[in-house]
């Protein structure tokens, strides 16, 4: 049915951006003060990329292959029974992954240029951010699980270094080291579960592996659960869930087109990508994915009752993602793998236009309070008001981002948000269900917060008495001009994300709506997910005794059908939207340095349920106590006493020794000759 | 007298001078006295060298003149030494002489 596909180019995709990394890397040494290059070379790699990606897309298109196309590079190692390749795997699922990756990424850096351009480590930056790049793509391309953990540590360790970007500032350095710390426990996760799969297939390529596992693996069984429990502890990790979910917050660190790139759009979602990837190991274990599901759901409430009293409008961001990875897990953990998918894909679009819009905001207010003299935290949203008529095309492009999340029809974030909430009512996850609609009323909630506090009401940015050095009778509405809208090269792709998250989810549309039904992304990566829905299918089939998807019910637990949410869904969120807006809109915010901590529950809130100071408790102080237990009592008692033991017993016993060189030589003698004497007896006897 | 006889009273002679010159080297004081006593220690083996040659052959006359000729060169480092000592301490007295230790 189809002709060959054959990759394009599929070197070059990785290349241009490791060459572009290599080449600022040098840059960042070699010519410090020089910005063209960077400015060149940054974005070009990674849309020179996207273009290669393109044209890979098309052929696709074009050839609607059944298979995955590999293409061998060279092989990596080979040792008795295990041979490792550095092979790209080329199917549908990774061909979209690497437009999504190096389409926003592209974007990002284009952003980047305007955001980053005072910075003395530009170049620095940009190598960094293309690393990132071409790790990220060998995550996705890579045909084998080793080939996927080399991007995956690659990805973590340019997440790493972009969190503490500016490690002068000991806290930023810090939330580096905890965002690497944090995903070491996860990787343990994904390094078990690579020795037990070359335990049980001998062999770690992914397309071997998927073909065999159905025939290979007991469906339910121990070995496969323990296989895909511990891939999942890997993705908690990445993907920032619960309990795994700490390091992302603090991620917020770095800069914003990085928290825009690497924590939202496309490094966190690497999870969700390897459990669509291993989508038939996971269709072969229920428990597993009752657990996916679980703490996706989880972790979605609880970032998303986080983010409803942060005032750092990168820490609300921060929350939401988690909040929307949750959802993310919710669908491939039910085994609804495209909606899974759609989801990240839209996600890119909307959440990083809020980062890019969030950091275009705090843009202009370093800029403003640089020149009035006024300062304070430009991440806080105490301190912004009013910015709508100041900044009003990123007002509007970060209105369409929240709508999107929210889930309002016609935007991106509605057709991805209601297939999963539907996905899960359909195969009867009532909890879920429900509790994925709670969760996406609470997105509507805080995300209007963030939009009233930051553009609407009075500007409250500059002390109205006297706040900087130079204003001591200044009022702040002089000051107010100095907060501009940001240059185009920042705005244009904020225009552009807002673009894809108002139509990016039109390419799947349910058939139920009453408008053109489009269908392109569930049949784009029917090839990709076909065999993890029969081994599904198989399953419930056995278990039911019935046909092929006879358990599927066609009505939402509450009953209702699809039309009926889906409209649903959009109602409640408008709803929502308005309440929010309205009530917070007569709420006076106070500048974050006059306003006191939120009392009560709120409180509980504010400081994100204590969770960072419960692991304190429990897990970082507990170990440090034992390594300085191991420190006091092991290194300095134990190995120190030891090493300095024996060298007491050699002082003693070589202090008794030389007590017996007296110096006088009729000492010597005397002994001399009781030994002559002692070996003479000794000889005659 | 016979041979025997002959033999037994110089190994008797010699045992004597060995423990004489044993007794010296341990008791004296002077560098000297001491050195001599070792000499006197070498040629009573000597003597009971060149007393078993009457028994056993000649090989004992001959390892006589090779301790002769070490005893030579031994005298004169040991002559040498304690000229150095008593160059140092203008005495010879081995009381004083107590650096041989740690």
């Known amino acids: ?117 005072e910075d003395p480590g530009y170049s620095r930056y940009f190598s960094y951010l293309n690393l990132f790049i071409f790790f990220m793509l060998l995550l996705v391309l890579g045909a084998n699980y080793p080939l996927m953990f080399v991007g995956w540590e690659g990805v973590g360790l340019c997440s790493y270094l972009l969190i503490g970007f500016w490690y002068e500032n000991r806290e930023f350095s810090d939330a580096g080291k905890k965002a690497f710390i944090v995903n070491r426990i996860g990787d343990i996760g994904f390094l078990i579960a ?32 323990a296989i895909t429990l511990f891939l999942f502890l890997g993705c908690v990790g990445k993907s920032a869930q619960i309990p795994l979910f700490v390091w992302l917050p603090d991620a917020m660190a770095g800069p914003t087109p990085v928290s825009a790139l690497i924590h939202a759009a496309t490094m966190v979602t690497a999870g969700v990508y390897l459990v669509a990837r291993s989508g038939v190991l996971f269709a072969l274990a229920p428990f597993t994915q009752a657990i996916v599901a679980s703490v996706g759901v989880g972790t979605a409430l609880f970032a998303a009752s ?47 236009l809020l980062f890019l819009g969030a950091g275009a905001v705090i843009h202009a207010m370093h800029h403003a309070w640089d020149e009035s003299g006024d300062h304070g935290d430009p991440n806080d949203m105490r301190n912004y008001g009013g910015l709508r008529r100041l900044m009003p095309i990123t007002a509007a492009t970060m209105w369409i981002g929240t709508l ?72 702040g509405e002089s000051a107010r001009g100095r907060l501009h809208e940001v240059p185009p090269v920042m ?5 552009i994300l807002a673009a894809l998250s108002a139509v990016g989810g039109w390419v799947q549309i349910p058939e139920v ?4 039904n489009l269908d392109l992304l569930h049949s784009w990566l029917e090839p990709v997910f076909a065999p993890a829905v029969d081994v599904a299918s198989a399953a419930s089939g056995a278990a039911a005794g019935g046909a092929h998807g006879e358990g599927m019910a066609h009505e939402a637990p509450l009953g209702g059908g699809e039309a009926f949410w889906a409209v649903m869904g959009t109602v409640l969120a408008i709803l929502t939207i308005i309440v929010v807006f309205r009530r917070l809109s007569r709420r006076r915010y106070l500048p974050a340095a006059e306003s006191s901590e939120p009392r009560g529950a709120a409180s509980l ?61 009729s000492t010597y003698l005397l002994v001399f000759m009781i030994g002559v004497l002692i070996i003479l007896g000794s000889l005659a006897f | 007298m016979s041979e025997g006889y002959l033999v037994d009273l110089a190994l008797v002679l010699s045992a004597v001078l060995f423990a004489i010159g044993v007794g010296g080297v341990l008791l004296r004081r002077n560098a000297i006295i001491v050195f001599m006593c070792v000499e006197l220690m070498l040629n009573a083996v000597n003597l009971s060298f060149v007393a078993f040659s009457r028994v056993h052959g000649i090989d004992g006359q001959i390892v006589v003149f ?26 010879v007295d081995l009381e004083l002489f107590r650096r041989l230790r740690w």
Request: aromatic content about 12%.
């Open chain 2, 66 to 91: 090779f301790v002769i000729s070490v005893a030579a060169a031994e005298a004169a480092v040991g002559l040498a030494l304690i000229l150095a000592i008593f160059r140092h301490y203008q005495s």
């Open chain 1, 194 to 225: 690579m020795f037990l799969l070359f335990g049980v297939f001998g062999t770690l390529d992914m397309p071997t592996i998927f073909e065999r596992a159905p025939t290979t693996l007991l469906a339910g069984g121990a070995v496969v659960t």
């Open chain 1, 404 to 475: 999107a999340i929210s889930g309002v029809f016609p935007f991106a974030g509605f057709f991805s948000k209601d297939e999963i909430i539907w996905e899960a009512g359909v195969r009867g996850y009532a909890v879920l269900w429900g509790t994925a609609l709670i969760v996406a009323l609470l997105t509507a909630g805080y995300m209007t917060r963030l939009m009233v506090m930051t553009f609407h009401g009075d500007n409250r940015s500059f002390a109205k008495v006297g706040g900087g050095e130079a204003g001591a009778n200044r009022s």
């Open chain 1, 513 to 516: 709506l009453p408008l053109p």
């Open chain 1, 491 to 495: 705005w244009v792709p904020l225009a």
């Open chain 1, 1 to 117: 049915m189809s002709e060959a596909y054959h990759p394009i180019l599929p070197a070059l995709i990785l290349g241009l951006p490791l060459l572009g990394a290599a080449l600022n890397g040098i840059g960042a040494f070699a010519w410090r003060e020089n910005k063209t290059v960077p400015t060149i070379v940054g974005p070009l790699a990674v849309l020179g990329a996207f273009v290669v990606c393109l044209l890979n897309f098309a052929a696709m298109r074009a050839a609607a292959p059944h298979d995955p196309s590999l293409v061998p590079l060279w092989t990596w190692m080979r040792s008795g029974q295990l041979e490792i390749g550095v092979t790209l795997l080329f199917d549908q699922l990774s061909v979209l992954m690497t437009l999504i990756v190096t389409g926003v990424g592209g974007i990002i850096h284009v952003y980047s240029v305007g955001y980053m351009r």
């Open chain 1, 605 to 665: 809130l504010y400081h994100k349920w204590y969770v960072d100071e419960l692991y304190d408790r429990l897990i970082v102080r507990p170990l440090l106590a034992l390594w300085r237990g191991c420190w006091r009592i092991v290194d300095d008692r134990l190995i120190d006493g030891a090493v300095n033991g024996l060298g007491g017993v050699a002082r003693v016993v070589g202090w008794t020794g030389s007590q017996l060189q007296t110096g006088r030589v």
């Open chain 1, 306 to 352: 986080i983010a409803v009293q942060q005032y750092d409008i990168k820490k609300v961001l921060a929350y939401s993602t988690i909040s929307q990875l949750g959802y993310m897990f919710v669908a491939v953990g039910v085994g609804a793998y495209t909606a899974g998918i759609f989801h990240l894909m839209t996600h890119a679009f909307f959440k990083a």
